[in-house]
């Protein structure tokens, strides 16, 4: 079995990237096409407005993962924080990755309380893809990275 060098992690803001998006969606590790009719169903079943983070925001929300990446030891290869979802690319740890997620949404909803952006600000789970190599590791690095000049 390879070795495990890193991840990408990505979560999305309150409902911004809802199943049957025009976008596609993942669901379960899988990644679905649009789907008009569900998509509706969950714009309707939604309890607020989708969330979307200002740049003040935003950075907030970076500098509180970078801070909560230093109390972990973990490297944080590249991050993006849009205003409607995060990538991070981060280094292995043998920490569960569950629990490396939660420590950051919990993390950036903290500074963001701070703010006083109250409710639910992340979708339930996340998004992974797992780094077995070098090359691999650079590509998910350079893709976040070439998103992150508006952080």
Known sequence: ????????ITWTTYGSWLQGDKRGFVKEG??????K???DSNIEKLSKNPVKLSKV????VA???FEKAKQLNQKICALWVSSSHIHIVAEYT???ISDVVKHYKNAAQVALRRTGLTGRVWTKGFDKRYC????SLQN???YVNSHSKDI
């Open 57 to 60: 925001h935003r950075q907030q």
């Open 140 to 142: 998910r690095i350079n």
């Open 63 to 65: 500098n509180a993962i």
């Open 94 to 96: 043998p920490n569960p």
């Open 132 to 135: 077995f190599d070098e090359k």
């Open 37 to 39: 009719t569900l998509a």
């Open 1 to 8: 079995m390879a070795k495990t060098l890193g991840y990408m």
């Open 30 to 35: 899988r990644i679905y096409p649009a789907n």
